[in-house]
């Protein structure tokens, strides 16, 4: 790890002895290049939520936690920087499709993506889309999908752009992120590094323990450029590597006992070439993924447990556009060959193609919608067909009303199929139609969106204990009949300028009620309430901001027995920032911020104590 962080530095020198040659200029021009195009141009109906940039950096500490106080989200963590998986309106975590520049990463073995080994700060935008996303990305797009873009941009005059981040916290804790973009009339390029270490040794309060088993170390690199060939076409291509290292805390009330680690690593590589000539515009995807883990039950032991996965992606869009009618026609084609293997179940090959048409129209400035219709053809499976559709209506000015309603599917993983002793080879895939209702009202300082939705999945799949329902045991997937979701979800923010002064207020808060039919009762690891909010205040050079999180209580079994539940909690955390330079060329902030100001025992599960109150000092220098 330290010699990847040796090479890294020795990287960042150059570059910045490159950039020390030139001067930044007025930009006349900017010409702004993204790779997931169907989140922006298909989501009529959908609510979307963008994480800012100044959100991104007050919340640093994991991307656990920036959802988690940021989003309608729900996240399941197994201690401070261990395994953490997130879900969507009461569905399960493999119903979270999480999308990097248009393409689904989550693993083919489990169907899951870990937040914590993705870092918040390498991504320009981070953007949560609430609601079915099957037909764009495929399987497991079921209750939402989270996008991680990267932006680039031409520009008339060379330009070029550093940002360095450091912070240093409690537990021993230290954080660094370097990001430089590159600009020009024909060439974009932007990279970034980042490396993050910590004892995370935090003492379990109204104990006796401490955290001695949870330290983690992770190296991050990213690097994304985009070639002008004519005025019409573009070559872009997108690479992300990841590389950690953590240990898992143990569990009360013997947490010395724990003794194991886990690494993993992962690559992905994008090309994507895109032509747009008048009404006619094709785009072409290759995508080679790859992830890898090791997890060790002795640290100490040169044994290991380890899974793999490859993925092999071809994608052609082709789309025709209808000026006089604001409408547009598109063709998704996708081909995919993935392998996935364990040291406990043999190597196996998926094949998938895919064909979907969107269209997409704007009848007139106040009413657009999109219809969409998709097709898979699996070599395990008969996936049926999928279809959404999505309208939005302004009636007046700043007020809108939005609904979308849609198909959805998950294929079972190698995990749920293969695992020995635990697999189940009758699995079937699950399907959820699912239906949303909005509306909202927005102008340059307020914007409220208020919807609600309902879910109906048949054959769901979960993993549950075998035996006595209220105890832990031996989990294994099934497929469930027929389960509903309903609820409630709004989002509200405030934002006004006056004098030298800001207010910013934000609050998320979700009411869902998830039942398994056949018991009616509520499925596990959902809690009816959500709530999170953010509020800060900025008077010349100083900014300071207050979070807000409540959780409310969850079961942990089936038959929602009270002697198996996660309490409710509460969680707050504050900070300050000063702004030493604030010029056109250079900006340079310092901040701090406390965690768990109340100092407040809580768990997000079981028998797992999160961090008492802790630090953070940060540095963010931009030039």
Known sequence: MRKILIISIFYIISFNSMAQNDSLVNRLKEIVIQADKKLKKYSVGYKVTTLSDSVLVRNTESFTSLLRFNSPLYLREYGSGGTSSASFRGTSSSNTAVIWNGININSINNGQTGFNALTVSLFDAIDIRSGGGSLEYGSGAVGGTIHLNDYLQFTDTKQIKNQFVASLGSFETYRGLYKLKFSNSKLAINSGVSYNRSENNYKFLNTNFKNTNGAYE?????????????????????????????????????????????????????????????????????????????????????????????????????????????????????????????????????????????YNQDVNSSVSFDAKIRKDFNSDYDVPFTYALGVKVKPIKNLFFRANGSKNFRVPTYNDLFWPGQGNLDLIPETALQGEFGIGYKNNQFVIDIGIFYINANDKIVWTPVGDPDRSGVWVPINLSEVNNKGLEMSLSFNKTFSERTVKFNINYSYTIATDKTTDKQLIFVPKHLFNSNLGYTYKRFSFFYQQLFTGKVYTTESNSSDFVMPHYFVGNMGMDYRLLSSEKKQLTIGFKVNNVFNKYYEVLARRPMPNRNLNFNINYKF
Not at 230 to 247: D, Q, V
Not at 274 to 281: D, G, I, N, V, Y
Not at 323 to 339: G, M, Q, R, V
């Open 218 to 358: 992770n190296f991050g690199f990213n690097i994304s450029a985009a070639y002008s060939l004519t005025e019409f076409s573009k070559l872009k291509f997108y690479s992300a590597n990841y590389l950690g290292e953590r240990f898992f805390s143990g569990e009360l009330p013997n947490p010395l006992m724990a003794n194991d680690k886990y690494q993993d690593f992962s690559h992905r590589n994008l090309l994507i070439y895109t032509h747009k000539k008048s009404r006619l515009s094709h785009e072409a995807k290759l995508a080679f993924l790859i992830q890898e883990y090791r997890y060790f039950e002795d640290k100490a032991s040169s044994m290991f447990n380890f899974g793999k996965s490859k993925r092999y992606l071809a994608n052609y869009d082709v789309s025709y556009s209808f000026p006089k009618l604001k409408a547009s026609i598109t063709s998704h084609s996708e081909y995919e060959s993935a392998f996935g293997k364990t040291d406990q179940i043999l190597e196996r090959n998926r094949k998938q193609f895919s064909q979907s048409f969107i």
